[in-house]
């Protein structure tokens, strides 16, 4: 396609919506599920954390 201008190429032949609609989809879904992983890496660190945590306080020795 040729574009004479900012105006024709945000247009995209009159299918605009639909591709800028679904880089808009595909940047959002992207972001959440950047968010998603670090909210569940958080999560997943604080179970082993406390797991840690409750094993030092059994002060168990293994070793027998």
Not at 20 to 26: D, I, K
Not at 34 to 51: C, G, H, M
């Amino acid at each position: 396609m040729i574009w004479n201008n900012w105006t024709d190429f945000w247009a995209m032949g009159g299918y605009g919506l639909y591709v800028w609609g679904s880089f808009g989809v595909t940047a959002g879904l992207m972001a959440l599920e950047i968010f998603w992983l670090k909210r569940a890496r958080q999560l997943a660190l604080t179970q082993v954390s406390s797991a840690l945590a409750v094993a030092e306080t059994q002060e168990k020795d293994w070793r027998a």
